[in-house]
């Protein structure tokens, strides 16, 4: 279990990780991970316990990786770390990647800022040369994939196409985290319900994220995009359930699927995390699309993009 004491504050993130078991590795990988694991523990041992802790870690990492001297636009080698969940006996493993991650940020950061700023905060030469590492790394690792997407700032709507409220954890700060569980049905060995936080371990929170078993995350994803297709076969959110579908078919089919808030529950507060219920209000659009009622599932959709958009226009405040 990882132990972090410190007064670095998360990014206003969220992430959406894929934990693959020990069977899907390599077998090279499969011993790495699994020495890994017996060394650190897991950062999760309960479907109820969130990776905060884990993830405030591999911040303070990323941090120290900043702090050089000489700008960096890349760790000069792969994280050896990753986050591991354990349940009902399975050590699940999920990658930090943080070099490949690194390539992709460096990728979004040239689309979305002016090249000004990307220059002065990286000099055009060292993103030459990270670029053609990355190149030549993609040349020996064609089928390369990140175990984690991250969002600045926002849950994107189609990230919660894979999840149902029963999925959904809540973890207010200073309460317990984990446990056995006692959600309904979906949850791989039972969430806490929803709104309620979970029980049987020390303060961790405040977290609230989504965990899911793989092949329950693609059947929601494939039956929305099939709903979505045929009603609004040009909208955002049929496109966004193709791009989140094809992701999650990358992996082993045994895997979990997680959403987590990361650091945007320090930006939404506790009134507001505890209202939340984005994948239920997704849910319920859905179903009512699939029951020919377009006017409700328009209300409902609309509802939830004007309200993520809200906490995405805080970027810009003061």
């Not at 670095?8 to 699994?34: D, G, I, N, S, T």
């Amino acid at each position: 279990m990882t132990v972090v004491r410190t007064s670095v504050q998360p990014p206003y993130a969220a992430h959406l990780r894929v934990y693959e078991p020990l069977a899907a590795y390599p077998e090279a990988e499969r011993v790495r991970w699994q020495a890994y694991a017996a060394e650190h523990g897991p950062d999760a041992a309960e479907a109820g316990r969130p990776v905060a802790a884990a993830a405030l870690e591999e911040q303070r990492a990323a941090l120290a990786e900043l702090v050089g001297r000489t700008p960096r636009p890349l760790p000069e080698r792969e994280s050896e770390r990753a986050f591991v969940r354990a349940l009902d006996g399975v050590l699940y493993v999920c990658p930090w990647a943080t070099r490949l991650r690194s390539w992709q940020a460096l990728e979004e950061l040239e689309g979305a800022a002016p090249v000004a700023l990307v220059d002065t905060a990286l000099p055009p030469a060292s993103r030459a040369a990270a670029e053609a590492d990355r190149e030549r790394w993609r040349a020996e690792h064609p089928d390369a994939r990140p175990w984690i997407l991250t969002s600045r700032w926002e849950v994107p709507v189609r990230w919660f196409l894979p999840f149902g409220e029963e999925d959904r954890c809540f973890v207010p700060a200073g309460e317990p985290a984990g446990g056995p569980g006692g959600g309904p049905g979906g949850g791989p060995g039972g969430a806490a319900p929803a709104g309620a936080p979970a029980g049987g371990g020390k303060g961790e929170g405040p977290a609230l994220f989504y965990l899911t078993p793989m092949a329950q995350a693609r059947r929601r994803v494939a039956r929305a995009y099939r709903a979505l297709r045929e009603a609004v076969p040009e909208g955002e959110l049929v496109r966004g359930a193709e791009q989140v579908g094809r992701w999650l078919e990358e992996f082993h089919p045994r895997s979990l699927v997680e959403l987590d808030y990361g650091g945007l529950v320090h930006l939404l507060g506790p009134e507001r995390l505890l209202a939340d219920r984005s994948a239920g209000e997704l849910e319920d659009g859905l179903r009512a699309l699939r029951a020919g009622d377009a006017a409700e599932a328009a209300r409902a959709y609309e509802e939830l993009t004007v309200r993520w958009r809200r906490v995405l226009a805080l970027r810009n405040a003061n």
